[in-house]
């Protein structure tokens, strides 16, 4: 089992357990510990088996570390350095922190989708019943194949939607006055990922600083001090780490505008069939130049492009999965599609819905060529002609007709006796009846055999699957699984079945 | 359906017609017995387009030999492009009905860029362009003068009408200007001494026809083949190009002395305005130029441009421009006016002198169109008041009519408020424009709405500097930061891709579910040419009342002239103006009787009636003696019932009979009397 080379993170010596002195060992998959003086551990549990850790108290005299698995086992692990027991304590305990949650996520995931998969296919969970749980094969072996098998498709089924960004998150983050001339931003987990959503140059900012050059609160300090964050405060040239995230938002503004809009109703820019020459018309455009702007205007338009891009960037980590597939199902750079779009939205623009008869949603019509079945639904195929109701409505009219007409031949008329018992033959359950009252196999046997032999039926095919999976036999492994405990597993199955047989013998006789 | 309107079958593309809709082809039809011009306002969403295409182009069908064409002109891009839908929709309809495929040319222009076709315009039956095709005197010149008499000419979206007239005769000269006509005139002056040493004839030729006058013009013109140009007076048709320019060397001299003059003007420390011909007697005086060769200057110019064999006018273009004020200046004695200012009122500092040569009269363009065709429709879903497009447009309609929103459930709500919770009187006028209490009212008015409105909400201002200011107050206030947690905000930039970003991403937070507020400004680019059809605006908010900036020179110099030659008060026509854009603003949220949305005018002003009774009879109506000074809170109250009502289901089929009408319906004798009284004689 031992991987050949792990990666030791964290080694702590002189930790005791079940009373015996050791050493601890911090790995990248797993926590072990060995007796002192063994090379071999006594104690290995993967990160992804470690429900949660448990510390003794401060105030206590014994220094302990406890591991509860998800099975329920717990290891408790005495540190007994008397100089540095909390020290060795404390960063095992840090290092367990950071690991276990990544763990944690796979092994639930896992765990989670094994339950889904169980619960959403009952045959499936029989499966497991009668395989796993009856110890026909493992449960490893069982979802061995299974979950690789289901993992692209589930990923988009299970593509929980995302929770969208609060417009106002940085509103949420009010500063209060701490009583001493400063300010105190309260942060959250939940508002920083809005940041780093929002603004993903503040991410790479945080992640090329944090922690090698600033802590993350000297970061966040930083981040509420800047301009950046106080948009309407002109720039002052300070330097400032993200004064680089301001011109790369504005990069981006501007990429995006240059790109333009891709619903040609909403371009302005091709509004106006621009006819007026140059110097012709009577009010000549006011100058934009930013020259003789005043700073307040400069401040004002600044918040404006502020608020523009935030709602932007706000609306697109709302819906970034969906950035692939457009809303109307063309990219940005390809001009070949743009002509349809165009049309849809001017199709779109002057329909009158209620001017229109066909208002509900349009239907396909529905073309039978044997309209009987559609209304009767599969009959089952006696072994006589198969009647269509056109048939049995002639007959009728057949007999209608035929009754009107009817003239009794009195020289031939039958004894009272043969006609009731012409008639008693012909009512149900009489002795010309008997066709109609064939029994198919399926309602023969009980319902609760039937349901045995499927499962019997589907565990067989199950362990077949796995049989024939093995070949062509070309590892060690594979030959083992074929020779050793697979001939087991189907001669198992057959004596299960052959339990069943003679059960139901049994219960026949 | 097929429906007789007094006697004419008309080809409908529809299953179901609106009231309105009926009763306006019936007063388009009279109008085209008759004739003559019209007058006609009807709610946008109501199906104005495919009323007026359907019964122009069974007019043409039943009688064509009296009306030969339809020229149908719209402002916007897309509006044309959706004009050609619908008329596409109709022909397919057409050739359905009538099994055979029809020989309709129909016509778009709908981009300069792809220009054009010259001889297809005079044999398509219907053509499709922009305003400026037919009234800016430079196009129409090239494109549409020779569209026969008997067409119909219909001006759709016609609300600014007599703006796009005024600036398709107005001429801004800056000093940039005047150095670029001045390199146009040395490029001229040198291409003419080559051309003398190789080709020598061709400008022989050019002196003989000029000699000769533009008697090929003026023959064309007098048998009708031509429609009239407004920069090229009827007079000068008539007489030999005078001698002081005939030869080209004169002329380039002429203009270059010209030049001088202007750069002259130009120099000038303060304000001055002047009239046309007080400018003629000033150009007289300084450098003997005379009236008659100035008149001349645009045709000579031209003549001389296809004389030469240039290929790129476009690099002409500032000594056109100063050719074409040379001749507007000299032709008309009235309707226009000099201004020469030497700087911004901005920036006093800056020197940046402009010569604004503006016309006052909007009558003056469009003349021509109401000489030469026989019907000319101006429609708008906001025309009101109705009687002053004929007094501005100085001409005579035979029908004027003003149809409403026939509607089964209320689903415009206008509300006037005029104070805020704290009673405090909300209003856009200057004296209380920097108050801190109004727009504090203003930005809690907005953010109650926001709370109760679904999806969209578009919010209009005065004037993008009032935008400006009213942004960072609500910023520094933290307004702003409370509505965001109700909805994205976005907000127009004077950057028009800027804007078209933010727009689309709106319009994507309205699609989401997230939904969004859009700060935009009246007179903008979106206020004229976006529509938020349903949840892309539920509720418009006007805040303010959207008068022009008053301070502008040119704007007192038109308000004295509509005073002195229309005897329309100044007041008058401010507020019209206003009011024309106020209604155009909220009416972007109603776009079909299927839509709803709340149109919030913010300013205590709008209860009164001399405003309240310019906005259309379809918003009008609407209005309530209870809903014309509302507090916020009362707002508020009024728009959640609203919506709450707005939100149950609406089908067809309570529609029919009131705002909608089968064939049957339409036939019935007491369904055709009460469609009568939708029509609203102006």
Redesign the interface.
């Known amino acids: 089992m031992a991987s050949l080379s792990e990666e030791v993170l964290l080694v702590v010596k002189k930790v005791r357990q079940k009373k015996q002195d050791g050493t601890l060992y911090l790995m990248a998959e797993r926590i072990a510990w060995g007796p002192e003086g063994k090379d071999r551990f006594t104690v290995s549990h993967l990160y992804a088996d470690i429900r949660c850790q448990k510390i003794s108290p401060d105030g206590k005299a014994k220094i302990q570390l406890q591991l509860v698995l998800h099975t329920g086992e717990s290891t408790t692990f005495h540190f007994a350095n008397e100089s540095s027991a909390l020290k060795d304590r404390e960063a095992a305990k840090e290092l367990l922190q950071q690991l276990l949650p990544k763990f944690k996520k796979k092994a639930n995931k896992e765990l989670e989708e094994k339950n889904r998969m169980l619960q959403e296919d009952p045959v499936l969970f029989q499966l497991y019943k009668d395989l796993v749980v009856s110890q026909v094969i493992s449960a490893e072996e069982f979802w061995a194949n299974r979950l690789s098998i289901n993992n692209t498709d589930h990923s988009l089924s299970n593509n929980k939607q995302e929770v969208?960004i609060?417009?106002?998150f940085?509103?949420d983050i009010r500063p209060q006055t701490d009583g001493c001339n400063g300010l105190r931003y309260n942060l959250t987990a939940d508002i920083i990922e809005s940041i780093f959503r929002t603004y993903p140059t503040v991410k790479q900012k945080y992640g090329e600083n944090v922690p090698h050059n600033l802590t993350e609160k000297e970061f966040w300090t930083r981040f509420f001090q800047s301009h950046y964050f106080h948009r309407?405060r002109i720039n002052t040239g300070t330097q400032d780490i993200f004064s680089e995230c301001a011109k790369q938002d504005e990069k981006g503004?501007k990429s995006?505008?240059?790109q333009?809009?891709?619903?040609?109703?909403?371009?302005?820019?091709?509004?106006?069939?621009?006819?007026?020459?140059?110097?012709?018309?009577?009010?000549?455009a006011?100058?934009?130049s930013n020259s003789?702007k005043t700073v307040?205007?400069n401040?004002?338009?600044a918040?404006?492009?502020r608020?523009?891009h935030h709602?932007?960037m706000?609306?697109a980590a709302?819906?970034r999965k969906g950035e692939t597939s457009s809303?109307d199902g063309n990219s940005r750079d390809s001009d070949f599609f743009q002509p349809p779009v165009?049309k849809v939205k001017?199709?779109e623009?002057?329909e009158?819905?209620?001017?229109?008869?066909e208002?509900g949603p349009k239907t396909v019509a529905l073309n039978l060529k044997k309209s009987d079945r559609y209304a009767h639904g599969p009959v089952p195929l006696q072994s006589q002609q198969y009647t269509t109701s056109q048939d049995i409505i002639n007959s009728v009219n057949c007999i209608r007709h035929e009754m009107a007409n009817y003239k009794p031949n009195l020289t031939q008329v039958l004894s009272n006796s043969t006609a009731s018992s012409a008639i008693a033959a012909l009512s149900p359950g009489g002795v010309l009846m008997q066709a109609g009252a064939q029994q198919a196999i399926n309602q023969m046997v009980p319902s609760e055999v039937q349901g045995e032999l499927k499962h019997l039926y589907t565990a067989a095919g199950e362990l077949l699957r796995h049989f024939w999976s093995c070949f062509p036999v070309n590892t060690p492994f594979l030959e083992e699984k074929l020779t050793g405990h697979l001939e087991e597993m189907l001669q198992m199955a057959y004596s299960k079945f052959h339990a069943w047989q003679t059960r139901r013998m049994l219960r026949k006789t | 359906m097929k429906i007789n309107i007094e006697g004419l079958l008309v080809y409908f593309p529809?299953?179901?017609?609106?009231p309105e809709q009926y009763s306006y082809m019936l007063e388009l039809k009279r109008t085209l017995d008759a004739k003559g011009h019209g007058v006609l306002e009807m709610p946008s969403g109501t199906?104005k387009?495919?009323s007026l295409l359907s019964l122009i182009v069974a007019y043409q069908r039943a009688f064509p030999l009296e009306v030969t064409k339809l020229i149908y002109c719209s402002?916007?891009?897309?509006e044309?492009?959706?004009v050609v839908?619908?008329l596409r929709?109709l022909m397919e309809f057409y050739s359905k009905e009538t099994g055979e495929s029809s020989n309709f040319l129909a016509l778009a222009l709908?981009?300069?860029k792809n220009l054009c076709i010259h001889p297809e315009i005079l044999h398509a039956n219907i053509v499709v362009y922009?305003y400026?095709?037919l009234l800016?005197p430079?196009?129409a010149d090239l494109v549409s003068k020779e569209l026969a008499k008997k067409s119909v000419v219909v001006f759709d979206e016609a609300h600014n009408i007599d703006?796009v007239c005024?600036?398709?005769m107005?001429?801004?000269?800056?000093r940039r200007?005047l150095d670029r006509c001045q390199n146009n005139v040395d490029t001229l002056q040198n291409t003419i001494r080559n051309i003398k040493e190789t080709d020598a004839a061709k400008l022989k030729e050019e002196y003989r026809r000029l000699v000769e006058g533009l008697k090929e013009a003026n023959v064309a013109r007098e048998t009708d083949v031509y429609m009239a140009n407004p920069v090229l007076p009827d007079e000068i048709l008539q007489e030999a190009v005078p001698g002081s320019i005939r030869t080209a060397e004169h002329f380039v001299g002429f203009m270059r002395r010209f030049l001088e003059y202007l750069k002259a003007r130009l120099r000038v420390h303060h304000v001055v305005q002047e009239s046309a011909p007080q400018f003629l007697k000033d150009v007289f005086d300084k450098v003997c130029i005379d009236r008659k060769p100035l008149r001349f200057c645009a045709e000579r110019l031209r003549s001389l441009l296809r004389t030469l064999e240039i290929a790129d006018i476009t690099d002409f273009?500032?000594v056109t421009?100063i050719s074409n004020f040379a001749t507007l200046v000299s032709t008309y004695s009235q309707g226009f006016t000099i201004i020469i200012e030497p700087f911004?009122d901005?920036?006093p500092t800056?020197a940046?002198p402009?010569l604004?040569f503006?016309?006052m009269d909007p009558s003056i363009a469009i003349k021509p169109v109401f000489e030469r065709f026989q019907s000319v429709i101006i429609t708008s879903g906001t025309l009101s008041p109705l009687d002053i497009y004929p007094r501005i447009l100085d001409f005579r309609p035979v029908t004027m009519a003003s149809f409403t929103m026939t509607l089964a459930r209320t689903c415009l709500c206008p509300l006037i408020v005029g104070r805020g919770n704290d009673q405090v009187a909300l209003s856009s006028k200057f004296e209380t424009r920097e108050d801190f209490a109004v727009i504090r009212n203003y930005g809690n008015l907005l953010l109650e709405m926001s709370a109760i409105v679904p999806d969209g909400i578009v919010a209009f201002f005065t004037s993008y500097v009032y935008m400006?200011?009213i942004?960072?107050s609500w910023?520094e206030q933290?307004i702003?930061?409370?509505i965001?947690?109700n909805?994205?905000?976005?907000?127009e930039?004077?950057?028009?891709?800027?804007?078209?970003?933010?727009?689309?991403?709106y319009?994507?937070?309205c699609?989401?579910g997230?939904g969004?507020v859009l700060l935009s400004v009246a007179r903008g680019?979106?206020s004229e040419?976006?529509?938020f059809?349903h949840h892309f605006g539920r509720a418009v908010i006007m805040f303010g009342v959207p008068y022009v900036y008053t301070q502008?020179r040119?704007l007192k110099a038109r308000l004295e002239y509509l005073r002195d030659q229309f005897q329309i008060r100044e007041n008058d026509f401010l507020t019209f103006d206003a009011m024309r854009h106020a209604a155009q603003c909220v009416g972007r949220a109603i776009r079909?009787?299927?839509d709803y949305g709340l149109m919030i005018f913010a300013d205590k002003r709008y209860a009164r009636a001399d405003k309240r009774g310019k906005l259309p009879r379809w918003i009008q109506e609407h209005m309530s003696d209870g809903s014309l000074n509302l507090t916020v809170d009362e707002t508020v109250q009024l728009a959640k019932h609203f919506l709450r009502q707005m939100a149950q289901p609406f089908?067809?089929e309570d529609?029919l009979g009131l705002s909608?009408l089968t064939l049957e319906q339409l036939e019935s004798e007491e369904i055709l009397q009460k469609i009568t009284q939708i029509a609203h004689q102006a």
Do not use: W
């Open positions: 969208g609060s417009a106002a940085l509103a309407d503004l995006m505008v240059v333009g809009v891709k619903n040609p109703m909403v371009d302005l820019l091709s509004l106006e069939d621009k006819t007026l020459d140059e110097g012709y018309g009577v009010s000549t006011p100058s934009t003789n307040k205007e401040s004002n338009s918040i404006i492009k608020f523009n709602s932007a706000v609306l709302g819906s809303t165009k001017l199709q623009s002057i009158y819905e209620d001017l229109q008869r208002n | 529809y299953d179901y017609i609106y199906g387009t495919i402002r916007t891009v897309p044309i492009e959706k839908e619908e929709k709908s981009s300069r922009s400026h095709y800016d430079k196009i703006n005024i600036d398709s107005s001429v801004n000269i800056t200007t273009s500032p421009l911004e901005r920036t800056i940046n402009v604004h503006s016309c400006e200011n942004v960072a910023y933290g702003l930061e409370n965001q947690r909805k994205l905000i976005f907000i930039t004077p950057d028009a891709s800027e804007t078209s970003m933010a727009l689309e991403k319009q994507e937070a699609e989401n997230r969004a680019k979106v040419g976006i529509d059809v502008s040119i079909g009787k299927t089908r067809q529609q909608l």
